[in-house]
């Protein structure tokens, strides 16, 4: 009778650990895509800064400008024609002597463009918006998969091995995320970055040394790729642990 009564504890109290395990579950796979996305969209908006796909700000006020000026200059312009028309004439010989010049160098390289219009000040709301969304996303991530790890232990669901692992990626992961720049204002970094940053180190890069050039794609690079790799491995792992999960319950 006692071991009747044992065995049906158990199993209510497998059933409970199993809805729990379900709902940290389903947050656990949110935080994941919203971290997932949230990265991606990192990437794109280093990219977009560091090739200079975006519009300058200033530049109607710069063509307004220009237009004004113009109107003062074209008087003055009529008058002086008679004397560079032989310059111009001289040039265009000139000009006419390179004629046949091979079409390689004659063709200019087209920069890339966005098929749409995007302003220096909306990459920098976008970076700021996505790193806040990131790291709160990759906490809450940590908690619920520590969560899971807990509920696993206690209800002795099984694969503990996976579930750990995936624990101590989500514990690595995080601590990429994490801008220690502004924490620390020295030494270390994380993937999230503030505008500033990118903004000043891409101004710069031209006159910066080899490994000055070296530590910035390390910076907003390398790093950025680690992290997206621990987060994939994370998710693998708490995969396999579900389906050991399963298996150990004789649920497939």
């Known amino acids: 009778m006692n071991a ?4 049906q504890k158990d199993l209510v109290d497998t059933t409970d650990c199993l809805e729990a395990v379900g709902v940290f579950r389903c947050w656990k796979n949110l935080f994941f895509a919203v971290i997932l996305v949230g990265l991606l969209l990192l990437g794109a908006c280093f990219w977009i800064m560091d090739l200079g796909l975006i519009s300058d700000e200033s530049k109607g006020e710069q063509a307004v400008t220009v237009e004004a000026v113009t109107e003062q200059v074209v008087p003055v312009v ?20 390179d004629a ?4 390689d160098q004659t063709k200019a390289k087209k920069p890339l463009k966005l098929p ?26 940590c908690l619920a998969i520590l969560f899971t790890l807990k509920i696993s232990m206690v209800g002795r669901l099984g694969g503990i091995n996976h579930i750990s692992r995936a624990f101590f990626w989500s514990l690595i992961l995080l601590a990429l995320i994490v801008p220690w ?8 970094f994380g993937v999230t970055f503030e505008p500033s940053e990118l903004v000043r180190r891409t101004a710069g890069y031209e006159s910066d040394s080899v490994f000055v050039k070296a530590l910035f794609w390390f910076r907003f690079v390398v ?19 579900s389906k050991a999960t399963l298996k150990r319950l004789e649920v497939i």
């Open 223 to 241: 790093v950025w790729a680690i992290a997206l790799l621990c987060l994939i491995l994370a998710q693998v792992r708490t995969s396999r642990w």
């Open 100 to 103: 046949n010049a091979p079409d």
């Open 181 to 188: 720049q502004v924490v620390l204002g020295w030494g270390l």
């Open 4 to 7: 009747e009564q044992n065995r």
């Open 78 to 97: 009529e008058e002086t024609v008679d004397e560079v028309k032989q310059q111009v004439d001289e040039a265009a010989a000139k000009v006419a002597g």
């Open 116 to 141: 749409f219009k995007l302003r220096q000040g909306q990459v920098m709301w976008a970076i700021r918006a996505l790193d806040a969304v990131v790291i709160m996303a990759a906490v809450l991530y």
